[in-house]
């Protein structure tokens, strides 16, 4: 989290006309201080909380939300200047259509800190994209704006098929639930997962959700007598400390290999081996985090066979080996 030493890390919510009202309220719904109960002790004494969250808008005044009604901002647009992080949350109307951004749009943005992180939800990468900050980079949007966003910014890699992209300074998010998973993955990487599932738990929602919005794409309704993949998913994670193959689960599904890896992807939109690895990742971090288990054993707990392979595996998921993540994240006591 980059911010200036005794005081919170500050989001900005930049909320523009038309945005969409369900998630101009995520980012304070999932920083703010109170979201870490239940369970949350509080910070140490003395100490800030680990987030300020304020909302602002183009001019100051009161937008009009896709639900037709208005909100005002918590403070005035020069805090944009100061924000360590900026949320857009998605938007309907002119910016969608035509893909330019209005002159006094792009003068605000210009008076961010050249390290502020950007965040957008579901269309509002639309407007991070007018802002060139997505060019040559993978980003994603909602998946029924995929044409348009592609015909606007042919520069832009765009991945409709994930639930968010994340580039360190800039994230870009899928569609309203997706900007909740954005939130989520925001807190691990900053907190750690302990603050993450307990914000989740919080919120009533789960703490990760496997595969990305292909799963959301409207397709043929699958025939009824097909079994699904829960249940197997369920049994894998019960399992981690084992060696689990494709076949194990395929068979564990009553399908052939085929089939379940068919099955797998209309299901979670990704593959059973990506899935499974990113569930042992977790599985370690978690470990890692909550227990004074030595680097061998969180390995082989989490399904790794060996400290080198979490080594690996953890390296390409955060950018850090066990022992810096643990260093990191660690819980403090209760």
Request: proline share 7%; with cysteine; hydrophobic share 40%.
């Amino acid at each position: 989290m980059r911010h200036a030493a005794g005081r919170p890390h500050l989001v900005v919510v930049l909320a523009l006309d038309t945005a969409i009202a369900f998630e101009i309220g995520l980012p304070h719904r999932f920083l703010r201080a109170g979201a870490l109960d239940p369970g949350w002790p509080g910070p140490p004494t003395g100490a800030a909380p680990p987030y300020d969250v304020r909302l602002v808008t183009l001019d100051d005044g009161p937008v009009t939300t896709s639900a037709g009604y208005a909100v005002l901002p918590t403070h005035p647009n020069t805090e944009l200047a100061h924000a360590d992080t900026i949320v857009v949350p998605g938007i309907n109307g002119d910016i969608v259509e035509t893909g330019v951004l209005p002159e006094e749009l792009r003068r605000l943005a210009a008076t961010a800190r050249p390290d502020a992180r950007w965040l957008s939800i579901c269309t509002g990468a639309f407007v991070l994209a007018g802002l060139g900050k997505l060019d040559g980079r993978e980003a994603t949007t909602h998946w029924c704006h995929v044409d348009t966003f592609r015909r606007h910014f042919p520069d832009v890699v765009l991945n409709p098929d994930v639930l968010y992209v994340d580039h360190g300074d800039v994230l870009t998010s899928a569609g309203n639930a997706a900007g909740i998973d954005l939130l989520l993955h925001v807190l691990r990487s900053d907190l750690g997962t302990e603050a993450a599932n307990r914000v989740a738990r919080g919120a009533v929602v789960a703490p990760w959700r496997a595969g990305g919005q292909a799963q959301f794409i409207d397709r043929p309704v699958p025939d009824e007598s097909d079994d699904g993949t829960g249940a197997t998913r369920a049994w894998v994670l019960e399992h981690l400390d084992e060696p689990i193959s494709l076949s194990d689960m395929a068979r564990h599904a009553g399908t052939s290999v085929r089939t379940f890896t068919r099955r797998f992807r209309e299901e979670t939109g990704e593959t059973a081996g990506t899935w499974l690895s990113r569930a042992r990742v977790d599985r370690a971090r978690h470990l890692l985090e909550t227990s004074d288990l030595p680097v061998d054993r969180v390995a082989a707990a989490a399904g790794f066979g060996s400290s080198a392979s979490l080594r690996q595996h953890l390296a390409g998921s955060v950018g850090l080996s066990p022992l810096a993540y643990r260093r990191t994240y660690r819980a403090e006591p209760a």
